[in-house]
């Protein structure tokens, strides 16, 4: 199994990368928020990968976090959903995006992918409501990109990778949104209700902080009346 690939961006298609890595060049499909999110031709790149075997085809999918990946993943064991509608739907909403219609179940956000029709929309909800929660909490510990490694250019000297200092540092949100998770699981709330607290408080105000967004997830889950 390929899990991650680095090296150096040779090609952009429409919907895949050509990637060079010391002299091998893989194809990735990436969604189209992925593949805006690349950096330029000749440029060091590295992306988290999962490979798809068939007996006639092998196909690289490539995703620039784990949080991506693993929506990925759950995407495609829904019935109906393949890889094409997967990236389709990524490619609408993003990672966090998908986090937050399925844990609020609002499965017209789903729709509005391109390709994916209301019966199927509905199915992923229903399908995924529940696992909302797990994927939310990666956020916080797999937010960036990882580390390019070593490439080297045809006739010249290897490009060093971009350091530890150069990585795109975990999204604060991402790690509050982790944070205020696990927090209410702590207090006994279900991991599906919490995730949708969470998702609300984050869809209204997205830059809310740990201890804000737990009080307001709280206020959401506070029995009414």
């Given at each position: 199994m390929?899990?991650?690939?680095?090296?150096?961006?040779?090609?952009?298609?429409?919907?895949?990368?050509l990637?060079?890595?010391r002299?091998?060049?893989?194809?990735?499909?990436?969604?189209?928020?992925?593949?805006?999110?690349?950096p330029?031709?000749?440029e060091?790149?590295?992306?988290?990968?999962?490979?798809?075997?068939?007996?006639d085809?092998l196909?690289?999918?490539?995703?620039?976090?784990?949080?991506?990946?693993e929506?990925?993943?759950?995407l495609m064991?829904?019935?109906?959903?393949?890889?094409?509608?997967s990236?389709?739907?990524?490619?609408a909403?993003?990672?966090?995006?998908?986090?937050r219609?399925?844990?609020?179940g609002?499965?017209?956000a789903?729709?509005?992918?391109?390709?994916?029709?209301p019966?199927?929309?509905?199915?992923?909800?229903?399908?995924?409501?529940?696992?909302?929660?797990?994927?939310?909490?990666?956020?916080?510990?797999?937010a960036?990109?990882?580390?390019?490694a070593l490439?080297?250019?045809?006739?010249?000297?290897?490009m060093p990778?971009?350091?530890?200092?150069?990585?795109?540092?975990?999204?604060?949100?991402?790690?509050?949104?982790?944070?205020?998770?696990?927090?209410?699981?702590?207090?006994?709330?279900?991991?599906?209700?919490?995730?949708s607290?969470v998702?609300?408080?984050?869809?209204?105000?997205?830059?809310?902080?740990?201890?804000?967004?737990?009080?307001?997830?709280?206020?959401?889950?506070?029995?009414?009346?």
């Amino acid at each position: 199994m390929i899990g991650r690939i680095a090296g150096r961006l040779d090609y952009r298609g429409e919907d895949h990368v050509l990637i060079d890595v010391r002299g091998v060049g893989y194809i990735v499909h990436v969604s189209e928020r992925t593949l805006a999110a690349l950096p330029g031709t000749g440029e060091a790149v590295a992306l988290w990968t999962d490979l798809m075997v068939r007996e006639d085809l092998l196909q690289l999918f490539g995703f620039t976090t784990l949080m991506e990946k693993e929506w990925h993943r759950l995407l495609m064991s829904v019935q109906g959903v393949g890889a094409k509608a997967s990236l389709a739907i990524l490619g609408a909403l993003g990672a966090d995006g998908v986090s937050r219609a399925i844990a609020l179940g609002d499965w017209n956000a789903i729709k509005a992918a391109r390709g994916i029709g209301p019966k199927t929309a509905q199915r992923v909800v229903n399908e995924l409501k529940d696992k909302a929660h797990g994927v939310m909490a990666m956020a916080g510990a797999a937010a960036a990109m990882p580390e390019a490694a070593l490439v080297e250019a045809d006739g010249a000297d290897a490009m060093p990778a971009p350091g530890p200092a150069s990585a795109a540092p975990p999204r604060a949100d991402a790690a509050a949104q982790s944070e205020a998770l696990s927090a209410l699981r702590n207090l006994g709330y279900a991991p599906g209700e919490a995730a949708s607290a969470v998702a609300t408080v984050m869809g209204e105000s997205p830059d809310t902080d740990t201890p804000a967004l737990i009080r307001a997830a709280l206020r959401l889950l506070a029995p009414k009346g």
